[in-house]
């Protein structure tokens, strides 16, 4: 259960900095930690008088954009009155002390609606488009099509050749998407999604699949792959599982596999995550697809803000400020 209620003033510790937050996307990896089903368990802080873990607390949020305004001791980061880009959690609270190596410095010319969104889905489409590596020419289905994700992976497979094939429910959410190079499918069913890519792609099957839906919708995607190819899943809005018939893996040489942000970004070098740091920089200073803002809502008005983001049909994240 969240509920909103003032805690002390953290003070940064050695290697640590401590950033005043002004602003927090809410995205479903929020959402999962609320509800208890990420793939992370909430650390609880307990209470000063030695209460129960259930009358501790555990702060949600992943991400968020604020300015430092203390370093701890010996700590070497970001001086005090830099902006940055916040990767932790705990966001959902108005300071918070993280390990300098948790925050990334940004550009003045950026907005703090971009810079409290950089450090999750930039660096999962990033991610997602390298690992990858279709050649020009290849297709790639999209569930969950109109997502920041997705319109964030059309962006940037679309520039390698990649023809890319997002599914969408409303002809609404189409337009945008045909803006940014990509051929829209709508399909509100499984047996929908299966006619339009019989109707759209030559053989009638993709090269590639990522799914953020799962269930049904996930179980057509996985049956439109061609033989040996690729699915991705890294999401899970329908809250549904797949189903993984032992012929598509044996004898159609399809591979499954999952894709997890943290679990990933713990596989990169020193040298890797600055060079993907800075490409994502990059992405995000050139107007990036995928970062528009719907709604803001201060922290205070939590409940509001979360409601809104259960709306189908918003043109961009809702964001908590303040």
């Known amino acids: 259960m969240l509920r909103l209620t003032d805690l002390p003033r953290p003070e940064p510790g050695p290697g640590q900095v401590r950033v ?5 996307p809410i995205n479903p990896s929020d959402l999962l930690f609320v509800q ?14 030695g209460g129960t873990r259930e009358s501790g607390w555990a702060v949600a949020g ?26 932790a959690t705990g966001t959902w609270q ?6 300098g190596t948790s925050v990334i410095p940004v550009e003045h010319g950026v907005s703090t609606e971009a810079v409290c969104q950089l450090t999750v889905n930039p660096f999962t489409a990033h991610l997602l488009v390298r690992d990858l590596a279709l050649e020009p020419g290849a297709t790639l289905l999209l569930t969950a099509g109109a997502s920041a994700v997705s ?18 429910r409303h002809r609404e959410q189409a337009h945008a998407l045909t803006r940014l190079g990509a051929r829209p499918l709508t399909a509100g069913s499984a047996g929908a999604l299966t006619e339009a890519v019989r109707d759209t792609v030559e053989c009638g099957q993709v090269d590639a699949v990522l799914d953020a839906v799962g269930g049904a919708l996930g179980d057509a995607a996985l049956r439109s792959l061609r033989p040996a190819g690729r699915f991705v899943s890294y999401g899970m809005l329908s809250g549904r599982p797949l189903s993984v018939r032992p012929d598509d893996l044996v004898f159609r040489q399809v591979s499954v596999c999952g894709f997890w942000l943290p679990a990933r970004m713990e596989r990169l070098d020193e040298k890797e995550l600055g060079v993907l740091t800075g490409e994502v920089q ?4 050139r ?7 719907a709604e803001r809502y201060d922290l205070a008005d939590f409940r509001t803000a979360l409601e809104r983001t259960g709306r189908p049909g918003r043109a961009g994240k809702v964001l908590l400020t303040g």
């Open 282 to 285: 990059e992405a995000v200073a």
């Open 94 to 99: 108005e300071h918070i002390c993280v390990p």
């Open 20 to 24: 005043r937050l002004t602003a927090r």
């Open 151 to 168: 319109r964030m992976v059309i962006h940037l497979a679309s520039g390698r050749g990649v023809r890319c094939l997002p599914v969408v």
């Open 36 to 49: 208890g089903s990420y793939g992370r368990e909430a650390r609880f802080t307990p209470r000063p008088d």
């Open 287 to 293: 107007g990036l697809p995928g970062l528009e803002v």
């Open 62 to 87: 992943f991400e968020g954009a604020g300015t430092v305004d203390t370093l701890g001791p010996g700590t070497r980061g970001p001086a005090p009155g830099t902006r940055v880009a916040v990767s």
